[in-house]
């Protein structure tokens, strides 16, 4: 799970900047919208949209955007529109890659993501072909400093319900089995610690160690689709080293 904790961290860090540019309140926003057409209104009453919210809160996503979005699903009006589509697909090396979008139109999403992916040195592939390399989990990241006891965070998270824990740099990765992710998160923010975010994700069961040349067009794919204005999620199973990472990063 390492290839999807450093994309993962990549994408936190370029969140700032998109949030900036109103981007990720975007993406966040039509979120809770289709959760609420699909749930109702009431984030008590619907687990998905109390989740989305929470994400929302997690970004610094204002108030109104959030009883906005939340009053567009609830009254069947904007969110009508917007279809669920996930779409799957290979980058180079083989590498598998999962993309959640919300689009009103799928003949352009398709159109466009093909083109992104024919650019990017892979190929949008077959409904089937890469889901099952992929499973549901829910995640939660906490950030740590030099003064906290890692192995005492993961004691603390494994007593609150995680599956998993792992420390990536400066933050602790928090694997749960989906129903789960509330009920650890709560109890993580009893324990003082501070959530950096918490959602339900698609991670990969095994993943794929890339060279340097293939590992960057692979970040430069994912970026690329991670921006599409039709795409809410992007998941891979390349594995990333630090160094790739940290070049990447460089040239972004």
Do not use: C
């Not at 959760?35 to 919210?53: I, K, M, Q, S, T």
């Not at 108030?63 to 799957?88: D, P, Q």
């Not at 494994?158 to 694997?175: F, N, P, R």
């Not at 690329?224 to 972004?252: I, P």
């Amino acid at each position: 799970m390492s290839g999807h904790s450093k994309w993962t961290q990549i994408k936190r860090q370029k969140g700032v900047a998109d949030a900036k540019r109103g981007q990720l309140f975007t993406k966040i926003g039509r979120e809770i919208t289709v959760a609420a057409r699909h749930g109702g209104g009431d984030p008590e009453a619907n687990f998905r949209l109390r989740l989305v919210v929470q994400k929302a809160r997690d970004n610094n996503m204002p108030a109104e955007n959030i009883e906005r979005a939340m009053k567009r699903g609830a009254g069947g009006s904007e969110g009508a529109v917007l279809e669920e589509v996930t779409y799957e697909g290979y980058g180079p090396g083989g590498t598998a890659i999962l993309l959640q979008t919300l689009t009103d139109n799928r003949n352009r999403t398709v159109s466009d993501l093909r083109n992104t992916f024919t650019r990017g040195g892979g190929n949008l592939g077959e409904a089937g072909s890469v889901t099952w390399l992929f499973e549901q989990r829910g995640v939660i990241f906490v950030d740590i400093n030099r003064d906290m006891d890692a192995e005492e965070l993961e004691l603390q998270a494994i007593d609150a319900g995680a599956d998993d824990v792992k420390v990536e740099d400066s933050s602790l990765e928090i694997y749960t089995k989906p129903e789960d992710l509330e009920s650890v998160r709560k109890a993580l923010v009893g324990k003082g610690l501070s959530i950096a975010s918490a959602e339900l994700s698609m991670v990969p069961k095994t993943a794929v160690q890339l060279d340097e040349k293939p590992a960057l067009q692979t970040l430069r794919l994912l970026d690329r689709l991670e921006d599409m204005d039709d795409v809410q999620h992007v998941f891979s199973n390349a594995d990333f080293s630090v160094e790739v990472v940290e070049k990447y990063s460089a040239q972004t």
